[in-house]
């Protein structure tokens, strides 16, 4: 069974992201609201996504809400933050897969890899 999953890595910390907010939109003619979640203390999403069958050929877009994230950590961010909502765009094209899509994050920089 296909799903999607996440998790980040505070980079910067040298630790997981606890708390960070995560949005999923199915993009088609106007974005959709799929999820949104929270990591949880090892920077992960306790459930995936999405699965089974609500997991369909298309192309997503996941909003990591990292300036929220590093200002509750006691970050002094300037105004506007360098990186506020990171949106990682992607597509499924096989949907019976696991697609994992990690974010590692500071607060001047990101990466991101579809993992395993």
């Given at each position: 069974?296909g799903?999607?999953?996440?998790?980040v890595l505070?980079?910067?910390?040298g630790?997981p992201?606890?708390?960070?907010?995560?949005?999923?939109?199915?993009?088609g003619?106007?974005p959709?609201?799929?999820?949104?979640?929270h990591?949880?203390s090892?920077?992960?999403v306790?459930?995936?996504?999405?699965e089974?069958a609500?997991?369909?050929?298309g192309?997503?877009?996941?909003?990591?809400h990292?300036?929220?994230?590093?200002?509750?950590?006691g970050?002094?961010?300037?105004?506007?933050?360098?990186?506020?909502?990171?949106?990682?765009?992607?597509?499924?094209?096989?949907?019976?897969?696991?697609?994992?899509?990690?974010?590692?994050?500071?607060?001047?920089?990101?990466s991101?890899?579809?993992?395993s």
């Open positions: 069974m799903r999607l999953t996440t998790h505070d980079t910067a910390a630790r992201a606890t708390g960070l907010r995560i949005e999923l939109y199915r993009l003619a106007e959709a609201p799929v999820a949104t979640a990591t949880n090892d920077g992960r306790e459930r995936p996504l999405l089974g609500a997991f369909t050929v192309t997503y877009e996941l909003h990591f990292v300036g929220e994230y590093l200002r509750r950590g970050l002094v961010l300037p105004a506007p933050a360098f990186l506020d909502v990171v949106p990682i765009r992607f597509g499924v094209a096989s949907p019976d897969e696991h697609y994992h899509v990690p974010l590692l994050l500071s607060p001047y920089g990101y991101t890899y579809r993992g």
